[in-house]
Structures are given as structure tokens and as C-alpha cells.
């Protein structure tokens, strides 16, 4: 204090040592966050992304039988126009009428088609060079179906046999995710469960195959591929939404298809590109009913999405569709990528605040 003594008091090294060191870590713990391949897959200032969508699978995506030919995308697109993403949609393939939207009807998805045929197939097309940024997924209920149909007798006695073959198409979608890995390291990759199937010989397959899902997708992010999501679908159709064939949803099942796939797109973007989080989060607490970014579209009721993402709490998804006890772990995944992007913020403001002190002892 006194103007005799202008050297700082001798507590203020040792203090000012601490501060940069701990302004060090914040920096390198901030610098490890960031260098994730998650920001190269948002826009420059990772607020608004710019998504290039290609739609894969087989007659499910294609809208096989629904009144439109169009299936779940015009349900779709139609969210999409009305959220704050920009979103178009590409493929070598198209079917169907968008209307209401003004999407394009393009898409990669071959009716029929076996997850051995697909890979073939879309290799062959040149959908892999159309630079699509997210690849939503829908493949594997022909694994199921062309089991062969034995009669219901037989079938209940070897339900054990049909989950098996479920088990073996998935382990056949893990050469298949490594595939797109290999055409498109940066693109998002959305994996749906396979919905219900109201034939009992190709849903205990399907159960087989759902069950096996969340792990394959857990696996491929492990081994390096990140952007791999999984996303329910077995529930979101029920028997009464699915059409004489036992496969094809009504229209009605293929709108709740749509949603669900709008909810998946959403909250990956916003687990995505963080800095897009932030906003929305302070918009809900001024105007919740007319801020939330689906605009006026209803969404399904009882449908998780419908409520303002709070990510902190993602890990406590209710387990919903049957026979899939590791999907919460999915999910948990999911949480901690983004409670990485919350550190990161966290480390940012305390290296502010860290500074901040530096300068004022040093004063
Ligand atoms: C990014 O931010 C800059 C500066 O605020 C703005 O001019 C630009 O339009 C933004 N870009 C996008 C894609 O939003
Ligand atoms: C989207 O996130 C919410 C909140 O974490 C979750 O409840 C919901 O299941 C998610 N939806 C999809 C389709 O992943
Ligand atoms: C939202 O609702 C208003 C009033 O009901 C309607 O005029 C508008 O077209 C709707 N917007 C969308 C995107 O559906
Ligand atoms: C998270 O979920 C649990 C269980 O549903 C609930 O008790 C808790 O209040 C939630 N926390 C937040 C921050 O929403």
C-alpha cells in the first residue's frame, strides 16, 4: 500500500505461477476439445448447418406403398424447412412427390435390396461422390424378410434361430459402416433400428438385429469412426400403422417415421456444432412454446423429442422399443460428447476469468 514500497507483496510470484499454469491446462484441455472432426462438420461459425442428406436403405426409404411414393421424406423435409437448418437432399435414386415441401425426391435407397446387395449397389452408383454430410440409414429388414417363411409352428419353435440370423445381418452392417467410412470419413452417419415387423418370422429376426445395433454403432465409434449415431426406430410404428404386407408402414406410420428422423438430425447437429446449443437454450427459457425449432409441426405424441433438448440429461432415455437393453448406452455416448463441448465452454470462460486475475495482481 505504502508509495515507499513499489514492488508487488511477495506473495504475488508463487500466485501469479499457479494462475499461468492453470491458464495453461484450460488452454490445452479446450485445444484437445476443438480438434475433434465434429467442427469440420458444421458451418465456419458452427451455428447453422448446412446439411446435404442422402437417404439409404431399401423400399422402406424409397416410401414403397405409400400414397405419395415418397415414404417418410416429405414428412421430413417438411420439418426441415421449417427449423432453422438449411438442408437439401441428394442420391442417384428418386421416387415419390414431396409435396408440401420443395425438397428434392432424390435418394439412395433400392427396394429389396440385402445389406450385402446395397453395399454393392450404392459403391457402383456414385451417390458416395455427391459430398452428402449426413447418410441416414434404414437397411436390413431384407436380411429378415427372405428368411425362409416356414409355418408359424415351426417358427415358435425356433425363435432362437431367427434372432440368430438378426444377430448375423448385424454383424454383416459392421462391414458395411466401414465401408462408408472409407467413402466418406466426415459425413454424419444416422443408423436406424429396423421398425417392427407385424410377420413374426421376420420381426424375431428383426429383434435379433436391433438388439445388436447400438453395438455395432458403440463399436464404430470406438474405432475411430465419431460421427456414428444410432437412432430408434423399432417403436415408432405401430401394428396398427403397418400395412397388409407386414413390413410397410400407412401413411400415417411413415409421418411418425419422418419425425422421428427430424428429432434424430436435430440432436446430433446440436450435439454437433455446440456453439448452435447456446442460443436455443436461452430462447426456450424467454418463449418456449413458439421457440422450439420444429415451428408448428406437431410432433408424436409422447415422442422424446418434442420437449426442448436438455442434453445435460440425455443418459436418462427411457428404454422404449423391446429386446434392446444396451440402446441406453448409445445414448450415453451421445451425453458425453456433449458434455465435452460444455467443458470446452467451461474451459474457454475460466481462462477468461484465470487472466483477468493475472492482470489485476499484476496491477
Ligand atoms: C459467420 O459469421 C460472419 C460474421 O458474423 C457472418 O458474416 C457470416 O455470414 C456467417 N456465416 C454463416 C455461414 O453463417
Ligand atoms: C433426442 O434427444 C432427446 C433428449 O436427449 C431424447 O430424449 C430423444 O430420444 C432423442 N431423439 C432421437 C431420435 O435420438
Ligand atoms: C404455423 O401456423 C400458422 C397459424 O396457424 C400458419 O399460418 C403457418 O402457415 C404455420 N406455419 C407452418 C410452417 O406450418
Ligand atoms: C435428470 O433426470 C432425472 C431423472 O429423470 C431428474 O430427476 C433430474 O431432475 C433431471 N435433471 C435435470 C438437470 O434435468
Not at 43 to 51: A, H, Q, R, V
Not at 307 to 335: C, F, K, M, Y
Amino acid at each position: 500500500m505504502s508509495p515507499n514500497n513499489p514492488s508487488p507483496p511477495p506473495w504475488s510470484l508463487p500466485l501469479f505461477m499457479l494462475f499461468s499454469i492453470l491458464l495453461l491446462l484450460a488452454g490445452q484441455s479446450a485445444a484437445q476439445t476443438s480438434s475433434s472432426s465434429a467442427s469440420s462438420w458444421c458451418d465456419p461459425n458452427g451455428t447453422t448447418p448446412d446439411l446435404t442428406i442422402l437417404a439409404m436403405g431399401a423400399s422402406i426409404v424409397y416410401g414403397h406403398s405409400s400414397t405419395s411414393e415418397a415414404g417418410f421424406r416429405p414428412r421430413l423435409a417438411q420439418l426441415l424447412e421449417t427449423s432453422d437448418m438449411t438442408a437439401s437432399m441428394v442420391g442417384t435414386q428418386w421416387s415419390g412427390n414431396m409435396l408440401p415441401s420443395t425438397y428434392s425426391n432424390h435418394h439412395e435407397a433400392y427396394e429389396g435390396a440385402t445389406i450385402e446387395e446395397y453395399t454393392a449397389k450404392i459403391a457402383a452408383s456414385g451417390a458416395y461422390d455427391m459430398n452428402a454430410n449426413v447418410l441416414m440409414i434404414l437397411l436390413g429388414t431384407n436380411d429378415c424378410w427372405w428368411l425362409p417363411n416356414t409355418d408359424p409352428e415351426i417358427t415358435a419353435v425356433e425363435p432362437d434361430e431367427r434372432k440368430a440370423a438378426g444377430l448375423a445381418a448385424a454383424k454383416r452392417f459392421t462391414t458395411f459402416l466401414a465401408e462408408i467410412y472409407s467413402h466418406a470419413p466426415d459425413a454424419l452417419v444416422l443408423v436406424a433400428e429396423l421398425p417392427k415387423n407385424s410377420q413374426e418370422h421376420a420381426d424375431r429376426c428383426i429383434q435379433g438385429f436391433d438388439a445388436a445395433l447400438p453395438v455395432v454403432v458403440e463399436k464404430a465409434v470406438e474405432e475411430g469412426q465419431s460421427l456414428v449415431r444410432f437412432v430408434r426406430m423399432y417403436d415408432v410404428v405401430s401394428y396398427e400403422e403397418i400395412q397388409v404386407d407386414g413390413t410397410h408402414p400407412t401413411d400415417r406410420g411413415y409421418d411418425l417415421m419422418g419425425e422421428r428422423w427430424f428429432e434424430a438430425i436435430r440432436n446430433a447437429t446440436e450435439e454437433l456444432c455446440p456453439e448452435r446449443e447456446e442460443p436455443e437454450d436461452s430462447q426456450d427459457q424467454d418463449q418456449e412454446p413458439s421457440s422450439t425449432s420444429v415451428g408448428n409441426a406437431t410432433l408424436a405424441p409422447g415422442s422424446a423429442g418434442s420437449v426442448p433438448s436438455t442434453s445435460s440429461n440425455s443418459s436418462s432415455v427411457l428404454p422404449q422399443s423391446g429386446g434392446n437393453e444396451q440402446a441406453a448406452s448409445a445414448d450415453v455416448e451421445v451425453g458425453k460428447v456433449s458434455s465435452a463441448a460444455r467443458a470446452q465452454m467451461n474451459a474457454r470462460w475460466s481462462a477468461w476469468l484465470l487472466m483477468i486475475c493475472v492482470l489485476l495482481v499484476a496491477a
